[in-house]
């Protein structure tokens, strides 16, 4: 019995899901910002829907389908990883910093920043190895004024 247990924890890990697009790990990381609170509000999907449409640089149907396809992720999803080694395989420096600064416009959507949106951010900023200046100049430039 123990042998059977110890057995799946040696086993290789397998990824039955096919790889998602960069551009809906960005989405998706938009929405775990949004999520990382609890409280899914309409303002913070707009400013999903905004980053979507200026910074992913699709059409508005395009929008809505890559949006229901990262709420979607959201519910599958288990950890960041997947969703950064996406960033950082397809994403430049300077579009990683819009997605940081992207996801600091998501957390102030609703008026106010609640410490696991914060931490969120902080996670995925670090995962995709935006230096800890701009983790601050984004968040700075995104708060309202």
Not at 72 to 89: E, F, K, M, P
Not at 93 to 100: F, S, V
Request: net charge negative.
């Amino acid at each position: 019995m123990l042998k059977r247990i110890l057995d799946l924890f040696n086993q290789p890990e397998t990824d039955n899901q096919a790889p998602i697009s960069p551009d809906l790990a960005a989405a998706a990381l938009l929405v775990e910002v949004m999520a990382a609170d609890d409280a899914w509000q309409r303002t913070e999907e707009d400013a999903i829907r905004k980053a979507i449409l200026g910074s992913l640089d699709v059409s508005e149907t395009d929008c809505d389908d890559l949006l229901a396809a990262a709420k979607s992720q959201h519910q599958d999803a288990h950890d960041y990883y997947g969703l950064t080694r996406q960033i950082n395989d397809h994403f430049s420096p300077e579009k990683k910093y819009e997605l940081i600064l992207d996801m600091w416009k998501v957390a102030w959507a609703d008026g106010e920043l609640d410490r696991y949106e914060d931490n969120t951010i902080r996670k995925v900023a670090e995962l995709i190895y935006v230096p800890h200046d701009l983790f601050i100049k984004a968040k700075l430039e995104a708060k309202p004024a």
